[in-house]
C-alpha cells in the first residue's frame, strides 16, 4: 500500500465515514444525558411539590402564602439527611439561587442538531418511493410546524387549561390526532414520530425559557426590592411545569420509536400520548 493510497483510506474512512458516525455518536450521547437530566429534575421537584401540597391541606386554603414556611419534607440519600423547605415569599434572599435551565437547553440544542444531520442532511424525511411532498418542501414544513407548535400552544391551548383543564386537554389531543395523522400520510414514518416529538421538545423547551424563568426573574426582583411577587404569574409558571411533565412522556416514546417498527403507525402514536398522559397523572398524585 502506497502512501497516497494510505492517506485516501484513511480520508475515507476516519474523516468522512467514521468520524461523522463517531460526531453524531457524541451529539446522541448528549441529547439522552442532558435529557435524563431535564426530566428527572423535572420529576423530582413534582414529587417534592406534591409532598408540600399534602403538608398544606390540613391547614386550609386561608392562610398567606408567606406563612406557608413551617413545613418540611425529609429526605435520605448518599449517606446524608436532608430537609427541605419551601418558601412562597423568604423573609430574606440567598446570595446564591440555583437555577435548573441549563439542561433543557442542551436536551433541545442537542436533539434539534441531531434532527437536522439526520433527517434533514441525510435526505429521509419522506419516503424514497412514492413520496407525496418533496424533500425540500419536507424541511420547509418540518420547521414551519416546529415554530407554528409553540405559537398555537402557547396563545391558544395554554389558555385554554387555565379556563378548563378538561377543555385543554380534549383540544389539545383532538390536535395531536390530527396532526400525527397528517405527518404519517406525507413524512416518512419514521421522521414523523420524530417531528411531532421536535414539535412537542420545543413547547417544552419554549416553556422553561420563555414562560418559567422569566416568571421566576420577576419574582426574584420583586423580593430584592421589598415588594410582593406576583403570585399569578407565579401559578401560571407553575401551570406549564405541569404540562411539561404530561408532554415529556410521549416526547421519551417518541424519540425511542424509530427503533421499533412496530410503532411506525399513527394510531399506535395517538394511543401511546394518551398512554403516556395517564402515567403522568399517577405520578403527579404519587
Known amino acids: 500500500m502506497t502512501f497516497d493510497s494510505l492517506f485516501r483510506w484513511i480520508y475515507v474512512h476516519v474523516f468522512i465515514g467514521d ?9 446522541r450521547w448528549t441529547h439522552v444525558f442532558a435529557g435524563i437530566l431535564w426530566v428527572g429534575t423535572t ?8 409532598r408540600f401540597s399534602e403538608l398544606e391541606k390540613p391547614v386550609g386554603s386561608a392562610m398567606n402564602p408567606s406563612e406557608k414556611s413551617g413545613k418540611n419534607v425529609w429526605m435520605v ?42 433527517y434533514y442532511h441525510g ?20 420547521i414551519s410546524l416546529i415554530m407554528f407548535g409553540w405559537i398555537v400552544y402557547d396563545l391558544i391551548l395554554a389558555k385554554l387549561f387555565l379556563k378548563n383543564e378538561l377543555l385543554g386537554v380534549s383540544i389539545s389531543y383532538a390536535v395531536i390526532v390530527a396532526l400525527t395523522f397528517g ?6 414514518r419514521r421522521a414523523a414520530c420524530l417531528q411531532l416529538g421536535a414539535m412537542l421538545g420545543t413547547i417544552m423547551t419554549s416553556n ?10 420577576r419574582m426574584v426582583i420583586a423580593l430584592k426590592e421589598g415588594r410582593e411577587p406576583d403570585h399569578t404569574e407565579a401559578r401560571r409558571a ?5 404540562h411539561n411533565t404530561f408532554i415529556v412522556i410521549p416526547v421519551v416514546f417518541l424519540m425511542l420509536s424509530p ?27 404519587a
Open 183 to 188: 405527518l404519517f400520510y406525507y413524512f416518512s
Open 238 to 242: 407553575k401551570a406549564r411545569s405541569k
Open 43 to 50: 420529576y423530582y421537584f413534582t414529587w417534592l411539590d406534591g
Open 77 to 118: 440519600h448518599s449517606g446524608g439527611f436532608y430537609r427541605v423547605e419551601k418558601l412562597i415569599v423568604p423573609n430574606v434572599m440567598p446570595e446564591k439561587l440555583h437555577w435548573f435551565k441549563w439542561e433543557a437547553a442542551l436536551t433541545w440544542l442537542s436533539g434539534i442538531l441531531l434532527f437536522v444531520l439526520v
Open 208 to 217: 422553561v425559557w420563555m414562560r418559567i424563568l422569566p416568571a421566576q426573574r
Open 259 to 285: 427503533h421499533f417498527p412496530g410503532a411506525y403507525n399513527w394510531i399506535t402514536v395517538c394511543i401511546m400520548v394518551l398512554a403516556g398522559w395517564s402515567v403522568a397523572k399517577w405520578l403527579r398524585r
Open 123 to 142: 435526505k429521509i424525511m419522506v419516503d424514497m418511493e412514492d413520496a407525496r411532498i418533496k424533500e425540500g418542501m419536507a424541511v420547509f414544513w418540518s
Open 19 to 27: 468520524f461523522k458516525e463517531f460526531i453524531h455518536l457524541v451529539i
